[in-house]
């Protein structure tokens, strides 16, 4: 496994002018320049880093680093029970299956196609193979694939009915262009995270370059006619070594497979893995990109396709790189990458975000506890964190027989999740915009049969409810709005003064939010309580839902509203 990346440099890239392939380059108009791996004294490393490797030459992929490994080649047939049987010597690195499969090495010579072959050498060395061995076919279509052209269709007309593209990606192809050229070459590479490739001794010859791509010693030794073979990587401590140094139970098998059918159908073999920029986790090409010292942002907050970061300072110059890697990497789930740009002041508690990477769309749908919910991140306040206490609420607080009162209901979430389980409920909120996706999200998860919504103030709400009589008795009242709400329970204070044939249907319970820095942050919220009802509630039933800073609560507080309360004297005159 790789170390920790705290523990090595980090500034690993130098930042130039030069043109690069990746969006990230395309992006920005800058191409990231590796440094040296064998400048570095530092001691090797094992598992897959950038700062382990080498940079392949003429490799566009800054982040492609190119790693040396032993494999065992065998018949696609014996590789699942070797997998197992040789685990503990297999390389064990992340999002790296330890079972390569060579480029079409698909075994085709169980469709019997007639191809030419060229010659084959004997097992022993010297003798031609007999027959034309179907395995042959592999790599004459291996060579015609990397061709990939007319010509070679036209030749060998059953491979072209095998291999031709379909009508809708020979239009796709046709759209992007000639993907002949070296731009398609680089694109294929650039959508791939990783290669495995036999190392070859690479001469111009035709069969070597054959060799090349299977394996040095790919032809003649009795692989091909056993059909497909597949690679076991070993553990990148035995890239070096010779078959005598090998481990027992690798030995074993090169040895006793090569006993029981005489032939060297199991081989070990050299290969290259190269690890691509889409190989790389995001907190590793940013540990790559930013400067030493800078702390590397690991998180961020998902709201349908958006990603919405929350920078630090030390990271503004640095923000559309890391939203583009932040894009990069969470694709396709995430389509848009957002900061914050200021701390929520306004009353409606939206957020202003800047749009770094991805499309400029802040409208987005989010799915929470199987419902959906439209929000334009931009108009209207939304928070995913809040999930787990809206569940709280709804699966562990309410009754089916509940009639809830969301007085800062947002878009819905607690209103319309609430909605499924309870008789009814009433939401409110002052953003008009709120209140529109709030009955669009109503309708969309069929539940305007069971909401009734508002567009007020939630002191004039919560009057225009209490007076009038064609209401549903409110059971559960939520109050999230936790900066303000504490003081918004002064609406209270003498709500059923002048209807007390009510007070036989029972005081609800409301749940109010706030949040506190204090020591004892019950206490301290308790408090508040107690000042904006003009009277101590004795039985409150706090709750921490979240540390939002360090040292800052947010608390949930529930309590029976008073009897007391409601036939006192209001303090707050409604309108
Ligand atoms: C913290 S958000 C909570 C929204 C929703 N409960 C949620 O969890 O997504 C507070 C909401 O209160 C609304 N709001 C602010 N002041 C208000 C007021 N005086 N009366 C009614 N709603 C208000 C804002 O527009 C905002 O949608």
Redesign the pocket.
């Known amino acids: 496994m790789a170390p920790p990346l705290l523990h090595l440099t980090p500034h690993r890239f130098l930042l130039t002018r030069r043109p690069g392939p990746t969006r990230l380059h395309h992006h920005l108009r800058l191409s990231l320049k590796p440094l040296s791996s064998s400048s570095s004294p530092s001691p090797p490393l094992h598992g897959p880093s950038l700062r382990g490797g080498r940079a392949p030459p003429d490799n566009p992929d800054p982040f492609a680093r190119a790693f040396d490994l032993a494999a065992l080649r065998v018949p696609a047939a014996a590789c699942a029970p070797l997998e197992r049987r040789l685990r503990g010597h297999l390389l064990n690195w992340p999002r790296v299956r330890n079972v390569a499969r060579l480029p079409n090495d698909q075994g085709l010579l169980a469709l019997d196609l007639s191809l030419p072959s060229p010659p084959l050498r004997h097992p022993a060395g010297d003798e031609p193979a007999g027959p034309t061995p179907a395995a042959t076919a592999v790599a004459r279509r291996e060579k015609l694939a990397r061709e990939f052209n007319a010509r070679g269709y036209l030749r060998f007309p059953n491979l072209a009915r095998l291999s031709r593209p379909s009508p809708a990606a020979r239009k796709r192809k046709e759209r992007k262009g000639d993907d002949s050229g070296e731009e398609a070459t680089l694109e294929r590479v650039r959508d791939k995270a990783y290669v495995v490739e036999v190392v070859g001794e690479g001469t111009d010859d035709d069969d070597d370059e054959w060799k090349g791509l299977v394996g040095e010693e790919g032809f003649g030794r009795g692989v091909w006619r056993m059909g497909p073979t597949r690679l076991l990587l070993l553990d990148e401590s035995y890239a070096e070594s010779s078959v005598d140094e090998l481990p027992e139970a690798v030995k074993d098998v090169l040895d006793h497979e090569t006993q029981q059918d005489g032939s060297s159908a199991y081989e070990l073999i050299r290969c290259q893995l190269t690890l691509f920029y889409n190989y790389w986790p995001m907190n590793e090409v940013l540990e790559a990109l930013l400067p030493e010292g800078v702390i590397i942002p690991t998180g961020f907050e998902t709201v349908g396709h958006i990603a919405h970061l929350n920078l630090r300072d030390e990271h503004l110059p640095y923000k559309k790189l890391i939203a583009q890697v932040v894009l990069d990497k969470n694709k396709p789930k995430i389509q848009t990458v957002v900061n914050k740009m200021d701390a929520i002041q306004n009353?409606?508690?939206t957020m202003q975000l800047e749009v770094l990477a991805g499309n400029d769309s802040l409208c987005t749908t989010v799915i929470e506890s199987g419902l959906r919910f439209q929000v334009d991140l931009g108009t209207?306040?939304?928070?995913s964190r809040?999930a787990t206490e809206?569940q709280r609420l709804v699966n562990d607080i309410f009754r089916n027989s509940d009639v809830v009162c969301?007085?800062?209901?947002?878009?819905g979430?607690?209103a319309i999740t609430a909605a499924k389980k309870v008789r009814y409920v009433y939401a409110?909120?002052?953003?008009p915009t709120?209140v529109e996706y709030l009955g669009r999200n109503t309708v969309l998860n069929k539940l305007e049969r069971k909401i009734e919504v508002f567009n007020?103030?939630?002191?004039r709400?919560i009057s225009a409810i209490y007076s009038s009589q064609l209401v549903h008795p409110v059971t559960q009242i939520v109050m999230?709005?936790?900066n303000?709400a504490a003081e918004f329970l002064d609406v209270f204070r003498g709500i059923l003064r002048n209807n007390q044939s009510r007070l036989h249907c029972g005081m609800p319970v409301i749940h109010v939010y706030g949040f506190s820095k204090a020591e004892d942050p019950e206490h301290d919220f308790h408090e508040r309580i107690n000042a904006a009802l003009g009277e101590n509630v004795d039985s409150v039933e706090m709750h921490r839902v979240r540390l939002v800073a360090p040292g800052k609560w947010m608390i949930c507080a529930s309590f029976t509203l008073p009897e007391s309360v409601a036939i006192a004297q209001p303090k707050y005159i409604g309108g």
């Open positions: 009353d409606y508690r209207v306040y939304w928070n809040l809206r969301d007085m800062f209901s947002g878009v979430p607690l409110n909120d002052l953003n709120a007020m103030d939630a002191r709400f999230n709005l936790p303000d």
